[in-house]
Nanobody
Framework: QLQASGGGLVQPGGSLRLSCAAS????????IGWFRQAPGTGREGVSC????????FYSASVKGRFTVSRENAEDTVYLQMNSLKPEDTATYYC?????????????????????WGQGTLVTVSS
């Protein structure tokens, strides 16, 4: 089970940190991804962190602004979002990748994730 939290309303240029708390499985053995979905659009891969240290992926639209991290002792993945833009407005979901370490060509494919959290809404607006 995955539970995302930390969303809210923030002004452009502001920051938020999302959390994804996991339970019920061996967290250390799985990569965890972040996706987002704005109204009327498909689900977009934002970032992913593998079970191995250093294996991280970002979409081009967030690279340099968002940072993904994990704390295995807490079974939690974080997404630090800085320099937020109105186009970052969406519901953000965390999900469990079917394996431990995705590759660059696969991490953003929603069908390769087998468990999803309920989503947390991020609104970037002045």
């Amino acid at each position: 089970q995955l539970q995302a939290s930390g969303g809210g309303l923030v002004q452009p240029g502001g920051s938020l940190r999302l959390s994804c708390a996991a339970s019920g499985f061996s967290f250390d053995n799985y990569a965890i991804g972040w996706f987002r979905q704005a109204p009327g659009t498909g689900r977009e891969g934002v970032s992913c962190i593998g079970s191995s240290v250093g294996r991280k992926f970002y979409s081009a639209s967030v690279k340099g602004r968002f940072t993904v991290s994990r704390e295995n002792a807490e079974d939690t993945v974080y997404l630090q979002m800085n320099s937020l833009k109105p186009e970052d407005t969406a519901t953000y979901y965390c999900a469990r990748f079917f394996g431990s370490n995705p590759i660059a060509s696969s991490w953003a494919t929603p069908s390769l994730y087998d468990s999803w959290g309920q989503g947390t809404l991020v609104t970037v607006s002045s």
